[in-house]
């Protein structure tokens, strides 16, 4: 008997590349990019799933670009909205059990605890609006589903706070960071860890929170990335970093204060425990430090 198929949708993108890496071997996977299968494009998507017959699928698809979707509305509408629920919707009629990704966004940052999945979204930006009405039609759907929160993912790769920092602390002796936002980073691998257990576990339904272990404010995670990457060689010349306020750094879309997530409830239902986010970054910094050797 061949072993369950699993569909990663979105496999161009960094969670999607980290599932790739991290596949249970009990599962056989099939990764997809958006070259490869649109997920807004609905007969496509149809096709892919009528041709693949995944019994599982991971939707690591998302517009993610939080500043530009405040001009490019429509398209993260179509990618982080609709196309969950058609995702969903195709999941139902065929059985698929179906983990999607959503974003600690949905919520506004006036809080002052880590938030539990039982507290009511409140975003304040296209973003976190759009990523809300994704993760509420999958909720609604009827599919087998888990939906995963997350906070400040990053990879070796793709686009992320991580690698924007190392690419301008090579260049400049100092980078001004903002130390009023405080949040939870997550490594790509983390996330996709967590992904492979929802997707496999047929009790897990509803909402879900994971992040690292700890919260900290982007400056420190800026002076961490600095102290990391200098002990093992990635940076070789001495980095100041500047700590700024949120107003001294104005962007198009505003950023929730405080945007940590309680993963307690994930780790009691999965018998997981949380790795502590410095560990997660040296290594990150290690998988970054080796594609460059």
Same mark, same amino acid.
Request: proline share 5%; net charge negative; charged share 20%.
């Given at each position: 008997?061949?072993?369950?198929?699993?569909? =990663?949708?979105?496999?161009?993108?960094?969670?999607?590349?980290?599932?790739?890496?991290?596949?249970?071997?009990?599962?056989?996977?099939?990764?997809?990019?958006? &070259?490869?299968?649109?997920?807004?494009?609905?007969?496509?998507?149809?096709?892919?799933?009528?041709?693949?017959?995944?019994?599982?699928?991971?939707?690591?698809?998302?517009?993610?670009? =939080?500043?530009?979707?405040?001009?490019? *509305?429509?398209?993260?509408?179509?990618?982080?909205?609709?196309?969950?629920?058609?995702?969903?919707?195709?999941?139902?009629?065929?059985?698929?059990?179906?983990?999607?990704?959503?974003?600690?966004?949905?919520?506004?940052?006036?809080?002052? /605890?880590?938030?539990?999945? #039982?507290?009511?979204?409140?975003?304040?930006?296209?973003?976190?609006?759009?990523?809300?009405?994704?993760?509420?039609?999958?909720?609604?759907?009827?599919?087998?589903?888990?939906?995963?929160?997350?906070?400040?993912?990053?990879?070796?790769?793709?686009?992320?706070?991580?690698? /924007?920092?190392?690419?301008?602390?090579?260049?400049?002796?100092?980078?001004?960071?903002?130390?009023?936002?405080?949040?939870?980073?997550?490594? &790509?691998?983390?996330?996709?860890?967590?992904?492979?257990?929802?997707?496999?576990?047929?009790? &897990?339904?509803?909402?879900?929170?994971?992040?690292?272990?700890?919260?900290?404010?982007?400056?420190?995670?800026?002076?961490?990335?600095?102290?990391?990457?200098?002990?093992?060689?990635?940076? /070789?010349?001495?980095?100041?970093?500047?700590?700024?306020? #949120?107003?001294?750094?104005?962007?198009?879309?505003?950023?929730?204060?405080?945007?940590?997530?309680?993963?307690?409830?994930?780790?009691?239902?999965?018998?997981?425990?949380?790795?502590?986010?410095?560990?997660?970054? *040296?290594?990150?910094?290690?998988?970054?430090?080796?594609?460059?050797?």
């Amino acid at each position: 008997m061949s072993h369950p198929l699993a569909l =990663v949708l979105g496999a161009g993108g960094q969670l999607g590349q980290a599932c790739l890496a991290v596949v249970p071997p009990q599962l056989r996977v099939q990764g997809l990019t958006r &070259a490869q299968c649109d997920v807004t494009d609905h007969e496509a998507l149809r096709d892919c799933l009528q041709r693949l017959s995944p019994q599982m699928v991971i939707n690591a698809a998302a517009y993610t670009a =939080v500043d530009a979707a405040e001009e490019d *509305r429509h398209r993260a509408q179509v990618l982080n909205a609709e196309a969950p629920k058609h995702l969903a919707t195709l999941c139902t009629e065929r059985g698929i059990r179906l983990v999607h990704v959503s974003t600690d966004f949905v919520f506004d940052g006036a809080a002052t /605890t880590p938030y539990l999945t #039982t507290e009511t979204p409140a975003p304040i930006g296209v973003y976190g609006k759009t990523k809300l009405q994704g993760e509420q039609a999958v909720l609604a759907s009827g599919a087998a589903h888990a939906v995963v929160r997350t906070s400040w993912v990053y990879a070796p790769q793709g686009k992320n706070f991580m690698l /924007t920092m190392l690419r301008l602390m090579g260049e400049r002796g100092a980078v001004s960071v903002v130390s009023d936002q405080v949040g939870a980073p997550t490594a &790509a691998s983390s996330l996709a860890h967590i992904c492979w257990l929802l997707a496999q576990n047929a009790e &897990a339904q509803g909402l879900f929170h994971w992040s690292d272990e700890g919260e900290i404010s982007w400056y420190e995670f800026a002076c961490a990335i600095r102290d990391e990457a200098t002990a093992i060689g990635l940076l /070789t010349t001495p980095v100041t970093v500047e700590p700024i306020t #949120t107003s001294a750094f104005p962007t198009a879309a505003k950023r929730p204060a405080y945007s940590v997530l309680n993963a307690k409830q994930t780790c009691n239902r999965l018998g997981v425990a949380q790795r502590p986010w410095r560990d997660a970054l *040296r290594d990150t910094l290690q998988a970054v430090e080796a594609r460059e050797s």
